[in-house]
């Protein structure tokens, strides 16, 4: 994208990564934790699909685990309360 000594030097890289969120990664629109992980790691995606538009699968189920799992203890200790 750039350097420190010359500033931005593709500008174009800049509104890639802009554009990029879960609005338009086609696998975020129907998954219930997308705000939560914001759509993963554009790095894994770049890795496994060369390119940042995409979701590294392994780790949206990892994420999908972990909000089920916060949810169901926060509703468990909902119910001690009571």
């Keep these: ?3 420190v000594d010359e500033g931005i030097t593709k500008p174009e ?3 890639e990564f802009r554009g990029c969120s879960v609005y338009s990664k086609e696998s975020c629109r129907t998954c219930f934790a997308r705000f939560y992980c914001s759509g993963g790691c554009m790095a894994n995606s770049y890795k496994f699909h060369n390119t940042i538009h995409d979701t590294y699968e392994v780790s949206c189920e990892m994420e999908r685990k972990r909000v ?7 509703a468990a200790l909902a119910d001690e309360e009571q």
């Design 13 to 15: 890289i800049a509104e």
């Design 68 to 74: 089920e799992c916060a949810i169901m203890i926060k």
């Design 1 to 3: 994208m750039g350097n």
